[in-house]
């Protein structure tokens, strides 16, 4: 059997996405700035996707900036808010410490160049405190940014009460909500949205395209100079089959949303119950306030790495921490941030769905991984020494 169960890094395209990228791959190759016939016809089936993406969001089409992807939307709110605070003397940003490093990298590089960050704690369930966000806003600050929901532990905040605290203390408001589009509820006005990044791969569109939405009368600075596409915030030509996959793919995902939601909330559910009968296991991030297709686990004396490598080897395929970290040795600053130890860190486990799986894969995972655990746990000293009471259990 083979269970994909790796989501969160990324989604096999839809067949809606599909459909509409393979034509227009093959026929819509004009440059949407010409002014020939063909490119003007590039031009209106490009602006026909920046009005399907805007309306999915609740923005207007002159909103919506298209980007690379996640990483280079994120780095953009960022920079351009942080450059418009320093013409106004506020350097201050507030964020939290379990953002997605095209966040953290970002502020790490702003804080290198003179920028005040507060990075909010998300506590043991992976949540930011809102009274501690009120108290973190000072004169000096520009910009809040926080996720909607964390790809690792998939724990969702409160997206709308942090826009209406940003909007009550004149602070822009940025969040990087490329795990939350297409799977949970968006609406920048309502929920006082200032700036948000989304991704087409993480909701079965293409990979290499996304969008910045910046609120009106929010001023962006180019991370990339050149031609004028994009209102002139983002040189370089357009890739307009990807833009077309990723609207066609955002609309076929929101068509389906709430059956999706409750088809991939039940596997994910049956997930955490059978996963949580494995002795000295705990599930990570929020009982409840978590993305439907979302569940990860420690296991004590267990290493991440060669635990993926095992289920594999099964053709479960997985991760532990996230894509970017996985190939690095140390523990996710995800868990570290929600308060776990290195040692159990170490021993972590994301299955990520989709309404691509089934409930027979679920019920797979469930009876294959216990033995894998078993098995490394058997050939770990870590364990030994806690068998035999050297060392004592933290889960
Ligand atoms: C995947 C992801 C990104 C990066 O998006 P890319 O399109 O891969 O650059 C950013 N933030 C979060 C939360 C993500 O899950």
Redesign the pocket.
């Known amino acids: 059997m083979n269970v994909y169960f790796d989501n969160?890094a990324t989604t096999a395209m839809s067949r809606a996405a599909l459909d509409a990228m393979i034509p227009a791959l093959q026929d819509t190759y004009a440059n949407a700035s010409s002014l020939h016939t063909a490119g003007q016809l590039a031009k209106e089936k490009l602006e026909q996707a920046r009005t399907e993406i805007a309306d999915c969001l609740g923005a207007q089409p002159r909103e919506i900036i298209f980007t690379s992807?996640?990483?280079?939307a994120?780095n953009q709110a960022i920079i351009s808010v942080a450059k418009w605070g320093a013409k106004r003397n506020k350097k201050h940003i507030v964020s939290t410490a379990f953002e997605?490093h095209?966040v953290l990298h970002t502020l790490q590089k702003l804080e290198k160049e003179g920028y005040e960050v507060t990075y909010l704690d998300v506590h043991e369930e992976g949540m930011v405190c809102l009274d501690e966000l009120k108290a973190a806003i000072r004169p000096d600050t520009c910009l809040v940014t926080v996720?909607y929901a964390n790809?690792e532990i998939g724990s969702i905040q409160p997206i709308a009460e942090i826009g209406a605290i940003c909007r009550e203390k004149n602070v822009l408001f940025h969040t990087?909500a490329?795990?939350a589009v297409g799977h949970l509820d968006i609406d920048v006005n309502e929920q006082n949205i200032d700036l948000l990044s989304l991704?087409a791969?993480?909701f079965h569109g293409p990979k290499g395209v996304?969008c910045l939405y910046a609120k009106r009368g929010v001023i962006l600075s180019n991370l990339i100079e050149g031609g004028a596409q994009e209102r002139g915030k983002r040189a370089g030509t357009e890739n307009i089959p990807a833009i077309i996959g990723m609207a066609a793919a955002l609309k076929d995902i929101l068509s389906h949303r709430e059956e999706n939601e409750a088809k991939v909330s039940a596997m994910r559910d049956r997930l955490i119950e059978g996963l949580s009968q494995i002795p000295h296991s705990k599930l990570n991030g929020h009982p409840t306030k978590r993305l439907p297709g979302n569940v990860n686990f420690c296991f004590e004396g267990v290493e991440g790495e060669s635990l993926l490598l095992l289920l594999d080897m099964k053709g479960i395929e997985a991760s532990s921490g996230s894509a970017c970290t996985s190939r690095s040795l140390d523990p996710s600053h995800v868990l570290l941030a929600i308060g776990l130890p290195h040692e159990i860190a170490h021993g972590s486990l994301r299955l990520t769905l989709s309404e691509y799986n089934t409930m027979e894969e679920v019920e797979y995972v469930i009876r294959e991984l216990p033995g894998v655990i078993e098995y490394l746990r058997n050939m770990s000293p870590v364990w030994e020494s806690l068998e035999k009471g050297e060392t004592k259990h933290v889960i």
Do not use: L
């Not at 992807?69 to 280079?72: A, I, L, N, Q, V």
């Open positions: 969160a992807g996640g990483s280079e994120d997605h095209a996720m790809n990087d490329v795990q991704s791969h993480k996304g």
